[in-house]
């Protein structure tokens, strides 16, 4: 079992910057492949960004450019660095992970609680 707790939401004006973290423990990090989703109120999750357990990183199109993804396997962190942020990022951004070898959006085993991004206009 792995636990993932997301930190670093807020309430940010468009164009700034946040930085969401997510802490996982109860497995072995270096192992697994990460990602970042989103639930904006009234849509489905999607996804945002993924980082490979070999570092390969993913990104869905509206955030490339604006979006990093990175991961310290030291401390058993993954980040999402979101810059030029726009009221539509607005959303509930949740830190996932899996040991499989598949990156894509459904292949994903565990979920944090979620962390608030609300960008005012």
């Known amino acids: 079992q792995v636990q993932l707790v997301e930190s670093g939401g807020g309430l940010v004006q468009a164009g700034d910057s946040l930085r969401l973290s997510c802490a996982a423990s109860?497995?072995?990090?270096?192992?697994?492949?990460l990602a970042w989703f989103r639930q904006a109120p009234g849509k489905e999750r999607e996804f945002v960004a993924a980082?490979?357990?070999?570092?390969?990183?993913y990104y869905e199109d509206s955030v490339k450019g604006r979006c990093t993804i990175s991961r310290d396997n030291t401390k058993n962190m993954v980040h999402l660095q979101m810059n030029s942020l726009k009221p539509e990022d607005t959303a509930v951004y949740y830190c996932?992970?899996?040991?499989?070898?598949?990156?894509?959006?459904?292949?994903?085993?565990?979920w944090g609680q979620g962390t608030q991004v609300t960008v005012s206009s």
């Open positions: 996932a992970a899996n040991f499989r070898a598949d990156l894509r959006p459904l292949a994903y085993d565990y």
């Open positions: 109860g497995g072995t990090f270096s192992r697994c492949n």
């Open positions: 980082i490979s357990r070999g570092g390969n990183t």
